[in-house]
């Protein structure tokens, strides 16, 4: 079969195997993580825009975006995992096997979200109470919820597009894209809310419109007779060599992301005993901690990318140096993100509080705690863009699952039932969570980087 590299793809896979790594990391994370910056900018304003309708829409935004999170996480962990294995064969310059892969992954994709689309839509009021979905927001949010299933079979191809599109260096052009993307959804959405004062489910429908935009790139980018990063019918193939990999990587990572989620909705369910508003205020407030965290998950895929591209290359000095790198960058990005927003929190608050000046201050309460696990949240991004770039994906599992059901339901549970904090115990559960998951990387990371160093006989990193 063939399969060639564009110029373009030559000259960044040289530069990622040989120019200086600071310069490798902040070229490839920096437009990720405005890319990164730039959903959670999209998210907090239709958090803004579903204030303007009611607080109960705000929570069903809250609520329902979570249960979203749980069922997006199979197409989102496929894209992680496989695009670990094709930026491998990138690197390793095996370059029939890139073009098999890509192909492969988007039927893969596509056959998982329609079945996924055809087992749910007809029982969407059952599957929605299952996941403890209190009522009142069942009322408000149901079309919501449904129309945001047919986005989610194209956010699954979507996902591949931008997982190879970060594979080959792309990541300007991804961060174009999403300019794109915003502009369509924010422009939409506030003609359906402002002008025609439509429902929440118009929301969801600017979010569907805007996502077959970027598809239609993405059909228009990956449609080349022979280069590697297309698709092409002819390579699409179920052999062991080809499927294998990609699976072995992307099951923990789906196992990860949809119980990191499920676990979220958990806490929601919980935060309900003080009140249906509260899951509105802590929606909020981690949305507010995602202009800090999601930057630095930016940096988090760049760096993998890049670690995974020279360890199949061979280049483990080069896997070490990303990973310090992208420690450095993500503390920082922590430290000044979140101290910025803590200087401005009631301004910030006062956007999404409908005018409820008890709904603001609940915000400002929650995100007070969570905003000072930034910079532990910046150590385990770094962690895990070295074990995703290792293929370690098993570890990353651990670690994400233990955030969520180690060190946040039962210290919740805990705070709720021994503790006097009441409704701080919401923020309170973050911080304590963020600061766990940041010490337990670093301690994972340390025994991991003493053997690779130990097994390929890295001395030094400079």
Request: glycine fraction near 8%; include cysteine; charge should be positive.
């Amino acid at each position: 079969m063939q399969a060639k590299l564009t110029e373009k793809d030559k000259r960044f896979l040289e530069r990622s195997l040989n120019a200086p790594m600071w310069r490798v990391v902040l070229s490839v994370g920096t437009p990720l993580a405005l890319y990164q910056g730039l959903n959670m900018f999209f998210t907090i304003l239709d958090t803004m825009m579903a204030s303007h309708i009611s607080e109960e829409s705000v929570s069903a935004v809250a609520y329902l975006s979570q249960l979203n999170l749980v069922l997006s996480s199979v197409g989102g962990g496929l894209a992680v995992g496989a695009g670990i294995q094709i930026s491998r064969a990138y690197g390793e310059e095996n370059f029939a096997l890139v073009r098999k892969r890509v192909s492969t992954l988007y039927v893969i994709c596509l056959a998982v979200g329609l079945a996924m689309l055809a087992v749910i839509l007809p029982f969407t009021d059952g599957f929605l109470r299952m996941a403890g979905t209190p009522d009142a927001l069942i009322d408000v949010g149901r079309s919501y919820f449904v129309v945001e299933l047919f986005d989610l079979v194209v956010k699954f191809l979507d996902n591949v597009y931008i997982a190879v599109e970060r594979a080959r260096g792309n990541s300007r052009r991804i961060m174009a894209l999403n300019f794109l993307v915003i502009a369509v959804k924010l422009s939409l959405t506030a003609l359906f809310v402002y002008v025609l004062e439509s429902g929440l489910v118009m929301i969801a429908a600017a979010s569907l419109i805007s996502q077959l935009v970027l598809l239609a790139f993405a059909l228009r980018n990956s449609l080349h007779a022979d280069e590697a990063f297309s698709f092409s019918r002819d390579a699409v193939t179920m052999e062991r060599e080809t499927t294998r990999p990609m699976l072995l990587q992307s099951a923990p990572v789906i196992a990860e992301k949809a119980l990191f989620a499920f676990g979220k909705t958990v806490v929601n369910a919980m935060s309900t005993v003080y009140g249906a508003t509260m899951v509105g205020a802590l929606g909020v407030s981690n949305n507010l901690g995602g202009i800090t965290t999601n930057p630095q998950n930016g940096y988090q895929e760049g760096a993998s990318a890049v670690i995974s591209q020279n360890y199949g290359a061979g280049k483990y000095r080069r896997v070490l140096q990303a990973f310090y790198a992208a420690l450095v960058i993500n503390v920082l990005l922590g430290a000044v993100i979140s101290a910025l927003e803590l200087w401005q929190l009631d301004l910030l608050a006062s956007l999404f509080d409908s005018g409820n000046l008890e709904f603001r201050r609940t915000i400002m309460l929650v995100y007070r705690y969570e905003a000072l696990g930034a910079v532990p949240l910046g150590v385990n991004a770094a962690v895990l863009a070295l074990l995703y770039g290792l293929g370690m994906t098993r570890l990353t599992m651990v670690l994400n699952v233990a955030r969520v059901f180690i060190f946040r339901i039962p210290v919740f549970w805990a705070l709720q039932h021994w503790t006097g904090l009441g409704e701080a115990s919401v923020g309170a559960v973050m911080l304590i969570s963020n600061f766990a998951s940041g010490v337990l990387a670093a301690a994972v990371v340390v025994p991991v980087i003493r053997r690779f160093r130990k097994r390929f006989s890295v001395s030094s990193i400079s």
